[in-house]
């Protein structure tokens, strides 16, 4: 190999039948694995929330609906704590079911209608409405609050109805009642006299009708009585027939198919539940006629799809979990760094972003706070790329306010008209990435590894999978922080609980096996395990190394390369290699990230991610590097 400044230089790297995949995450919604949708029997309550012009909505709304449903019905509106409302009245005049406005503790009664009083903030608890007062100095949501409380009381028997309004209220709110499997309906913007609030929630793209206001009330009656709608059979009979599937399970792995071929992710190994949602909203019967319906309809595909992938997520979601989080977890981290030291944290399944921020809050606080400034690199990956580059763009509506304090809103975002932007000195602390642990290998190496309200959404053997490559990630007496439904299952062995209650563990013992890699639906490959002896490389067999300089002599003359195995550590080198290795100060590691220069890694690790993939062999374009000389080269990267 030329060794001179300007000069291409080629690298190989081999693979013997490991897995390489740059990983995606994902979410999914809840449910049996045995799909059945039946409704839940209890009582729905009827949340609608309205602001400027919805008056007239909510008159139209309520002359649409009959009085005998038995659902409850609570309106949400923005009104002024110094004027006397006379909505009770009005809206009398086009219902015959009760309106009331509701005083503190109030009992709820079906086939009623319940008002929020000016000047209070509203809460629904079990069986009851409670009331707070409206602070007048802070920006305050009371549609995305009663929207939060309805979901956590009412759960799948929620449903929220978006009417005319300015700004964003009720989108953050929205995501919850869906997140509980509820029902959410926006009125038709065009239709409304201020789209603000309809368009907001719209973009969530959680919405599960879009109607003018008079067809408001029909579809919420035909929700709550589970009676089918004519949309719904007009796609079924259309005039595409896709499947001869003749059971449910034919059926459900035609759907799942489907989904395979839109976005290239396999949900086989996620609950049904979104499923079984998606045909109460479009009220079909049966799992062959949905299979019908998502071959005909485009926008009902991309539905499920999306909620299957859960975009539901908050700023310091649990802010009793964060809290603890904060105390007993990142300022003892952080006091132990030293200012040249790099804390790594792996976020996974972050959604939209706010998750990964929220850590990064805490942690350059605490840094304020302890006085110490180690480096802070944040990982936070997603399945979904549209969730990706939402998170990376760090825009976010006006309504985060109510879940972040006013100290962080100024310190970590800048205000451009409706929405808030995070700043550069938060979003420099975090790398966004597409990413599945369920399908490859995860990160390493980690001081903290978050991943929250997502393995509840993975069958079981797959919650155990991914529990194994969150451990995997954690160094030793490294911390492990999930959702509060969330559990380690067989895993508990391996931790000791910091708080049990918000699921925050510490891991006292790494996996005892290697990492089993071999599955991972369609990015699935078999994973060469070499032995591990007395803890030192794994070694391979001198036949294979034989095997792999043949390949080198056949491609190269003269060659330089690494043989590196299934988790990307060097297990053999052939040729004058040690230009091109960098030995970092720290633990001995032969991983690749800690033997190759830094600017190399990234194009590695895609290239073996590439190769093992498809089953190719790839080669970089001309890459710049620095020898320990100190001088400019290029080279070429082959896997």
Not at 52 to 76: H, N, Y
Request: hydrophobic share 45%; glycine share 6%; with cysteine.
């Amino acid at each position: 190999m030329v060794s001179q400044t300007v000069c291409v230089q080629r690298v190989l790297f081999l693979l013997m039948n490991c897995e390489f995949a740059m990983v995606f995450s994902n979410a999914a919604e809840t449910g049996a694995d045995v799909p059945s949708p039946e409704a839940d029997s209890s009582p729905h309550i009827v949340a609608i929330g309205a602001s400027a012009g919805g008056l007239e909505a909510l008159e139209k709304l309520f002359d649409g609906l009959a009085s005998d449903s038995g659902a409850t019905f609570v309106v949400i509106q923005h009104l002024s704590p110094d004027h006397k409302s006379m909505m009770a009245n009005l809206l009398s005049r086009h219902t015959a079911m009760p309106v009331v406005m509701v005083e503190q503790d109030m009992p709820i009664e079906p086939n009623t209608v319940y008002l929020i009083p000016p000047g209070s903030i509203m809460h629904m608890g079990e069986g009851k409405l409670t009331l707070t007062p409206k602070n007048p100095r802070t920006l305050t949501l009371p549609i995305d609050v009663f929207f939060k409380s309805v979901a956590q009381h009412y759960g799948a028997q929620s449903v929220g109805v978006v009417l005319s309004g300015t700004g964003s209220d009720g989108t953050r709110g929205a995501s919850a009642i869906n997140d509980a499997g509820g029902f959410l309906i926006a009125q038709e913007p065009e239709d409304a006299k201020f789209d603000g609030m309809p368009r907001s929630i719209i973009a969530t793209g959680l919405v599960d009708a879009i109607l003018p206001v008079q067809q408001i009330g029909a579809r919420v009656l035909a929700h709550i009585s589970n009676q089918p709608i004519v949309q719904a059979a007009v796609a079924i009979e259309g005039p595409r027939r896709l499947t001869t599937a003749t059971s449910p399970e034919a059926a459900l792995n035609g759907i799942l198919r489907l989904l395979l071929q839109l976005g290239g992710i396999d949900f086989q190994e996620y609950k049904t539940g979104t499923v079984m949602r998606r045909m109460n909203v479009r009220q079909v019967i049966s799992l062959e006629s949905y299979l019908e319906l998502l071959a005909n309809d485009r926008s009902e595909l991309l539905v499920l799809r999306r909620e299957m992938l859960i975009p539901v997520t908050s700023f310091f979601r649990d802010p009793e979990a964060f809290e603890i989080l904060g105390r007993q977890i990142i300022e003892p981290l952080v006091a132990r760094k030293q200012g040249g030291d790099t804390i790594r944290v792996w976020a996974a399944a972050v959604s939209t972003g706010e998750e990964a921020y929220s850590l990064a809050m805490m942690f350059l606080e605490a840094f304020d706070s302890l006085k110490r400034w180690p480096a802070l690199k944040i990982f936070a990956t997603d399945v979904e790329q549209q969730n990706i580059e939402t998170a990376g763009a760090g825009t976010y509506p006006e309504s985060i306010s109510a879940e972040i304090s006013p100290q962080q809103l100024e310190r970590f975002f800048v205000k451009r008209g409706n929405n808030f932007v995070v700043k550069n000195d938060l979003r420099q602390c975090i790398v966004f990435a597409r990413h599945n642990m369920l399908a490859a290998p995860p990160f390493t190496r980690m001081d903290l590894v978050v991943c929250r309200n997502a393995l509840i959404y993975f069958k079981s053997q797959a919650q155990e999978r991914a529990l194994k490559r969150l451990q995997y990630a954690l160094l030793p007496r490294a911390y492990l922080f999930l959702g509060s439904s969330e559990s380690l299952g067989e895993l508990q062995r391996d931790f000791t609980p910091i708080s049990a209650k918000h699921k925050i563990w510490q891991m006292v013992k790494p996996l005892n096996q290697p990492l089993d890699v071999s599955k991972g639906g369609s990015y699935g490959y078999t994973a060469a395990q070499p032995m591990v002896i007395a803890g030192r490389t794994p070694r391979v067999k001198s036949t294979e190394v034989e095997q792999g300089y043949a390949a080198l002599l056949q491609a190269f003359s003269p060659p330089a390369a690494i043989l590196v195995n299934a988790r990307q550590e060097l297990v053999h080198s052939y040729g004058n290699v040690a230009k091109f290795l960098h030995l970092r100060e720290g633990h001995a590691s032969l991983e690749l990230n800690r033997v190759l220069p830094e600017s190399l890694v990234p194009v590695a690790v895609a290239l073996l991610f590439k190769a093992a993939r498809e089953e190719i062999s790839v080669t970089s374009d001309n890459l710049r590097f620095t020898s320990h000389e100190g001088k400019v080269e290029y080279l070429r990267l082959s896997a």
